[in-house]
T-cell receptor
């Protein structure tokens, strides 16, 4: 497909794990990113993964990359209400001016 | 060490007026990127600039929109003769070079055209 695809909404209970999924477009994309956007704010880079990796862990965050399926996921362990935000997946394709292409974002709602 | 500064945070314009959005990149960053976020949509790339140069404007509408990043001062995104469809959040991001591990975004300017 032409677009980076993400589901629009995810609702979880506080303390559970959240898994946000993304399908990107170009199997030769070099970097894949996860950004977080809180209400009324800009995007904050959470983590990124280089295409020669299949997993990256950073505290409560785990990124899994499946290059064959062009699938990226972000797992948030022990999800807190402060994790409620919109999460954007982005890919950086090779060549050109290396501009990342963003998905539409997944709204994560964490309820007590 | 201030982050990416955008102003104004909110801008209201009547149809037909001009909108000017300003972005000051992080200190030491010489690459600036503008994105637009329409309601219920993701971020769409508009333009990528370095000092005094437009590197990639493939996402800019052909008419009414222009951008600059002068040698001194902030980057400016200018929208002439605004229409209701221009209402959106406009985000600026910066990086120290064009091949970065991720951008730093500003908090955005929310443009409302009435």
């Amino acid at each position: 497909g032409e677009d980076v695809e993400q589901s629009l909404f995810l609702s979880v209970r506080e303390g559970d794990s959240s898994v946000i999924n993304c399908t990107y477009t170009d199997s030769s994309s070099t970097y894949l990113y996860w950004y977080k956007q809180e209400p009324g704010a800009g995007l904050q880079l959470l983590t990124y993964i280089f295409s020669n990796m299949d997993m990256k862990q950073d505290q409560r965050l785990t990124v899994l990359l499946n290059k064959k399926d062009k699938h990226l996921s972000l797992r948030i362990a022990d999800t807190q209400t402060g994790d409620s935000a919109i999460y954007f997946c982005a890919e950086r394709k090779p060549g050109g001016s290396y501009i990342p292409t963003f998905g539409r974002g997944t709204s994560l709602i964490v309820h007590p | 060490n201030a982050g990416v500064m955008q102003n104004p945070r909110h801008l209201v314009r009547r149809r037909g007026q001009e909108a000017r959005l300003r972005c000051s990149p992080m200190k030491g960053h010489s690459h600036v990127y503008w994105y637009r976020q329409l309601p219920e949509e993701g971020l769409k790339f508009m333009v990528y600039l370095q000092k005094e140069n437009i590197i990639d404007e493939s996402g800019m509408p052909k008419e009414r929109f222009s951008a600059e990043f002068p040698k001194e001062g902030p980057s400016i995104l200018r929208i002439q003769q605004v229409v209701r469809g221009d209402s959106a959040a406009y985000f600026c991001a910066s990086s120290p070079d064009g091949q970065d591990y991720g951008y730093t975004f500003g908090s955005g300017t929310r443009l409302t055209v009435v």
